[in-house]
C-alpha cells in the first residue's frame, strides 16, 4: 500500500513537473518557429512507451521530485540538476515530459506507470534497510 501511496503521490507531483525541461526545449524552438507544427503533431507520432521506459522515467521522477523539493537549490540549479537527473536515467528531458504528459490522461500508461514505481523500493524502506545495516555492524564491531 505504501509503494502505491509512494507512487500516486509522485504521480502527482509529476504534474507539475513536465514543464522543468521546456526551458531547454523553448531554446530551438525559438531559433526555428517553422518548426513548431511538427513539433507539436510529434507527440501523437510518437513511439510505444516501453516498460524499460516507464522504469527510467520511475527513477528520474523519484529524483526529480527529490531535486523539486531542494531548498537549498535555486530554481536555475534546480532545472540543471533535474535535466542531469532525467539523463542520467538514459531518457532525454522530452521523452520524460512525454511521458508525464501522457499518463496525466492515458488510464492504461498511468496503471502501468503505477506498476513501474511499484517495483522500486519504497524510499523509507531503502533508508531503515540503510540505517539497521549501520546498526548491526555498530553491533558487530562492539561485540
Given amino acids: ?5 509512494t507512487a500516486a503521490t509522485l504521480a502527482g507531483t509529476l504534474a507539475a513537473t513536465p514543464a522543468f525541461a521546456q526551458a531547454e526545449a523553448a ?3 525559438a531559433e526555428a518557429p517553422a518548426a513548431a507544427p511538427a513539433a507539436e503533431a510529434a507527440p501523437e507520432a510518437a513511439a510505444p512507451i516501453t516498460d524499460a521506459e516507464l522504469d527510467q522515467f520511475a527513477g528520474a521522477a523519484i529524483k526529480v521530485n527529490e531535486i523539486a ?3 537549498t537549490l535555486d530554481a536555475e540549479g534546480k532545472q540543471a540538476a533535474m535535466v542531469t537527473a532525467v539523463q542520467a536515467s538514459g531518457l532525454d ?7 508525464a504528459s ?11 506507470l503505477a506498476e513501474a514505481f511499484a517495483r522500486r ?3 523509507e524502506a531503502t533508508a531503515t534497510a540503510a540505517a539497521e545495516g549501520e546498526t548491526a555492524t555498530d553491533e558487530q564491531a562492539g561485540g
Fill in 69 to 71: 523539493q531542494d531548498a
Fill in 102 to 112: 501522457k499518463s496525466q490522461s492515458d488510464e492504461t500508461l498511468k496503471g502501468r
Fill in 121 to 123: 523500493p519504497a524510499p
Fill in 93 to 99: 528531458a522530452v521523452r520524460f515530459n512525454e511521458i
Fill in 27 to 29: 531554446a530551438p524552438a
Fill in 1 to 5: 500500500m505504501k509503494k502505491f501511496l
